[in-house]
T-cell receptor
Framework: AQRVTQPEKLLSVFKGAPVELKCNYSYSGSPELFWYVQYSRQRLQLLLRHISRESIKGFTADLNKGETSFHLKKPFAQEEDSAMYYCALHNQAGTALIFGKGTTLSVSS | DGGITQSPKYLFRKEGQNVTLSCEQNLNHDAMYWYRQDPGQGLRLIYYSQIVNDFQKGDIAEGYSVSREKKESFPLTVTSAQKNPTAFYLC???????????FGEGSRLTVL
C-alpha cells in the first residue's frame, strides 16, 4: 500500500541554521512526490514537486529511490519558513494525493 | 476572484444530525477532493471525484457521502453514522491528474 511517513512532528531550529524535513514513502512503481506548506492563517499550498526539480523559497527536495525518500532541505532557515509542511504522494491510480502526518517547522531568532 | 470556496467556516451540530459542507470552485477543474485534517493525523482522504456524476471513496469514507452533480460543486455530508465527526475539513480541486491541488480555507465542524 502507498504510504508517506514524516517521522518528525516538530522541528525547531534557529534562524540561519540548515533545515531538513524528512519524508519517506512506500510505493510500487514510479512515484510522484510533492511538498505542501501551510503558513499560519493561510491555505494549504503546493511548495514544490519532484518532477520540476526546482528551488522554491530556497527549498529543494531530491527524490532518492534507493532510500525511498524525498527530504526537504534549505541551507539557511528564515523565520518566515515557520509553518506546517506535508509530504504527499500520488496514489497508485494517480487519481488522488496521499499525505503524510506533517511536520511543524519552527524557526526562532 | 478565482478559487475554492468552502462554507460554512464553523459549524456546530448535535449528535445524531446530518450536516452538509459546501465546496464550490470556479477554476474549471475536473477533479475535486475532500480531506479531513486532525492534529497529529495529517490529511486523510474522504472522497474524490474525477468527473461530474462520478466519485470514489478515499481511505476514510465511512459515515460520509458526497455528490457531484455540477462541475463546480462537490458537497460533503457528514452523517450521524460518522463516529467521530469533530474535525477540520478541507476541500480541494485540481486538473484531471492531481499535481497541484488548490485548497479551500476549510470548515471546522464541532459535534456537541
Amino acid at each position: 500500500a502507498q504510504r508517506v511517513t514524516q517521522p518528525e512532528k516538530l522541528l525547531s531550529v534557529f534562524k540561519g541554521a540548515p533545515v531538513e524535513l524528512k519524508c519517506n514513502y512506500s510505493y510500487s512503481g514510479s512515484p510522484e512526490l510533492f511538498w505542501y506548506v501551510q503558513y499560519s492563517r493561510q491555505r494549504l499550498q503546493l511548495l514544490l514537486r519532484h518532477i520540476s526539480r526546482e528551488s522554491i523559497k530556497g527549498f529543494t527536495a531530491d527524490l532518492n529511490k534507493g532510500e525511498t525518500s524525498f527530504h526537504l532541505k534549505k541551507p539557511f532557515a528564515q523565520e518566515e519558513d515557520s509553518a506546517m509542511y506535508y509530504c504527499a504522494l500520488h496514489n497508485q491510480a494517480g487519481t488522488a494525493l496521499i499525505f503524510g502526518k506533517g511536520t511543524t517547522l519552527s524557526v526562532s531568532s | 476572484d478565482g478559487g475554492i470556496t468552502q462554507s460554512p467556516k464553523y459549524l456546530f451540530r448535535k449528535e445524531g444530525q446530518n450536516v452538509t459542507l459546501s465546496c464550490e470552485q470556479n477554476l474549471n477543474h475536473d477533479a475535486m477532493y475532500w480531506y479531513r485534517q486532525d492534529p497529529g493525523q495529517g490529511l486523510r482522504l474522504i472522497y474524490y471525484s474525477q468527473i461530474v456524476n462520478d466519485f470514489q471513496k478515499g481511505d476514510i469514507a465511512e459515515g460520509y457521502s458526497v455528490s457531484r452533480e455540477k462541475k463546480e460543486s462537490f458537497p460533503l455530508t457528514v452523517t450521524s453514522a460518522q463516529k467521530n465527526p469533530t474535525a477540520f475539513y478541507l476541500c480541494a480541486s485540481s486538473p484531471t491528474r492531481p499535481g497541484e491541488l488548490f485548497f479551500g480555507e476549510g470548515s471546522r465542524l464541532t459535534v456537541l
